[in-house]
């Protein structure tokens, strides 16, 4: 390896720590291993607090998130784990502009927004994790859960463009470990989650780990509850010096009540309980089985070359009965219900080859990704709905074990199949010690075929998309940097138009600026970005011919901020502040122009505060809160429905009773706050939580 190369690398790994972008030959020579490599943070490791230092979401490759020209928010699971909370939508609450969205009966992570928009994408180490109706992922074997900020579909194809979240799970570590936590909560909650690190050799070439939790949960809701079984066994080994492989797995078995809520006509919640439940309690519940396997080789050329193969594997079945709620009958206190059977399965593979390295031209600093994908999914999906009486409940005084309906059965009955290939291209550049960019490309073809059974009918569509990226980063002062990016975005429409032909896929273009600051002393990070995102080809009514097209168009603008880190040693914050003007600007009858975006709040943000004691009797027990503040929020798209501003106060302590027994006690929503926490129209409404507590007793082995 050249010296001149080496210098190369050293500026990559130091970043704006202070040293210049070009070293001396002598200075890099001469630079103390041990000293660089003792403070490092693997972006797929654990975070030592709350602030996350790497991320390897955001460009694919080890990067410091300081010198990335874009925002991203990394929520460690520490913060989960201090809320004493299991879900990931909660550690969303603090990457701000985040909005929970559609949660299919709370059976999946099915939908979110972000910076307004709305997707049903989300990743797992990179890997598309969402396709088909995949539980809800379990917190267990998550080690981080991180945001990037508006269109990256240059890196990961088709999606939305207000942003991507990537969960990053946890890896074989070398040093042997075991815990254990158990806890119990209102609503006779109960969970058991293990973590088993073991080195399977002498030399800690060979790696293994086990992750399992096993729930029993009860709900604030009548006749709600859940049950899961999660094992994610991993397994790492070192080949050879330059060589290694890592296998990761995770078999789910999940049951719930399919649950859409409560109906809150004029927003209100018109005396309706909280926990009223609009289904029937001797439906059953919706059966979630979810299988994954993925495997990952890399190979290191030589020493400034790597090139990674992998491959994910997934599949799934979802399947039961659920009756659901409609709107309000004119009478103002009785639904009607629709009876329906789900059945459906899914399969999913993915696979990736990759090649990164650096290299100079002249004064210039290059580290270089390109990657292909290669996607094959197939879903067979049926709903069936089963036709008679109307089926009503009362929805102040509901009475169960009506019979149900018998009748003819309708409903949908199709085959997807989809294919896509793709081939990006990303370059990461140091002009010199203070500046720095990112360009991005990735070129996508995409094929969908679907069989409608129902209707005896084949729709086809295939889609060629080239999708950027670019952006540049200033380092104004050691502390301080600027930064701005443009990104693209694409993602098929399903369906045929009144000509029998598909439709153009939807497109959204990205702009951002922003600055990152390093305070007090490097302890807390945070980013500050204003935003304005459109998105065009989105599926409208058109007027003349009361058919869909490709015709209506998007805008979100505003700003978030973000702050993470270590004030003093003993205090610890993490939180979030997003302001976001999300509108239909080109509409249909159906969701006029100028109507406000299903779900999105203009305000919100929260604040997690931990204090931990350094000395005396009480040293590494701590003390905390968590504040949360959404704004109101359209409950129905093109409709005056709107859900209330809520906010809810979290308070959380643990005592660390000796080196190997911690115990826990997590108070939510202290002031018992009445709120919607979600909604797809009026009559599909979801309650937040009353006030709830869990107690929580952790082991180290």
Sequence with gaps: MSSRIKASVASLALGLLGEPAIA??????????????SDYESPTGP????????????????????????????????????????????????????????????????EYSVRGFTTSEFYKDGFSANRGYPSTPDVSNIERIEVLKGPAASLYGRGDPGGTVNIVTK?????????????????????????????????GNVLSRVNLAVEDNHSFRDHVDSQRVF???????????????????????????????????????????????????????????NNMLQAALEHQLNDTWKVRLAS????????????????LNADGHTVNRRYRERDNDWHDSITQLELRGFFDTGTWQHELLVGSEYENYRKNERVTTIAGSPYPIDI???????????????????????????????????????????????????EQHIDDHTRDATARQRHDALTQRAGLLYQLTPQVGVFANASTSFKPNNGLDAAGKSFDPEEGVGYEIGIKSELFDDRLSSTLAAFHIE?????????????????????????????????????????????????????????????????????????????????????????GAAFTYVGDRSGESGSDFELSAYHTV????????????????????????????RSYSNYWVNPGEPRNFTVSLTLTL
Excluded at 25 to 37: F, G, H, P, R, W
Excluded at 60 to 85: E, F
Excluded at 270 to 281: A, K
Excluded at 562 to 571: C, E, L, N, S, Y
Aim: charge should be negative; aromatic fraction near 10%.
């Design 24 to 37: 001396e030959e002598s200075q890099a020579l001469q630079l103390d291993a041990i000293s660089v490599t």
């Design 535 to 623: 998105k065009e080809n989105v599926l409208a009514l058109d007027p003349g011919t009361d058919t869909s097209r490709a015709m209506g168009k998007a805008r979100s603008q505003g700003f978030d901020l973000q702050v993470t880190g270590q004030v003093t040693d003993a205090v610890r914050v993490i939180g979030a502040f997003a302001y976001i003007d999300a509108e239909v600007t080109q509409g249909d009858k159906v969701i006029p122009t100028g109507s406000r975006i299903l779900g999105v709040a203009k305000r919100s943000g929260s604040l997690l505060g931990v204090y931990e004691f350094q000395d005396g009797r009480l040293r590494g027990s701590d003390v």
């Design 231 to 289: 094992v994610a066994p991993s397994f790492s080994w070192q080949l050879n010096p330059d060589t290694s492989l890592l296998v990761e797995s995770e078999f789910v078995r999940h049951s719930s009540t399919f649950d859409r809520g409560i109906v809150a006509p004029n927003n209100t919640w018109s005396g309706v309980s909280r926990s009223t439940f609009l289904g029937e309690p001797d439906d059953g519940d919706i059966d979630n089985h």
């Design 396 to 446: 102040y005084q509901p009475v169960y074990g009506q019979p149900k309906p018998n009748g003819a059965r309708s409903g949908t009955d199709f085959f997807e199949h989809v294919e896509s290939h793709a081939l990006n291209l990303q370059d990461q550049i140091i002009f010199t010690d203070k500046l720095r960019g990112m360009l991005g490309v990735r070129f996508e073809h995409f």
């Design 171 to 203: 890896k074989p570590q070398p040093e042997a470990f075991a815990t254990l936590q158990t806890s119990a909560g209102s609503w006779d909650r109960y969970r058991t989650a293990l973590d088993v690190n073991t080195p399977l050799d002498d030399d």
């Design 47 to 110: 975070v030592d607090g709350y602030r996350a230092t790497r991320s390897a979401s955001a460009t694919k490759t080890d990067t410091a998130i300081r010198d990335i020209p874009q925002s991203i928010s990394v929520i460690p699971v520490s913060v989960l784990n201090d809320l004493g909370s299991t879900s990931v939508e909660r550690a969303l609450d603090f990457a701000g502009g985040v909005s929970k969205q559609n949660n299919f009966g709370g059976l999946t992570l099915y």
């Design 312 to 327: 994910h594997y997934k599949e799934g079945k979802l399947w039961g009965f659920a009756s659901e709620s409609r709107p």
């Design 650 to 677: 979290d308070l959380l302590a643990h005592y660390k009773a000796s080196d190997n027994v911690t115990v826990g006690l997590n108070l939510n929503n202290l002031f018992d706050e009445k709120y919607f926490e």
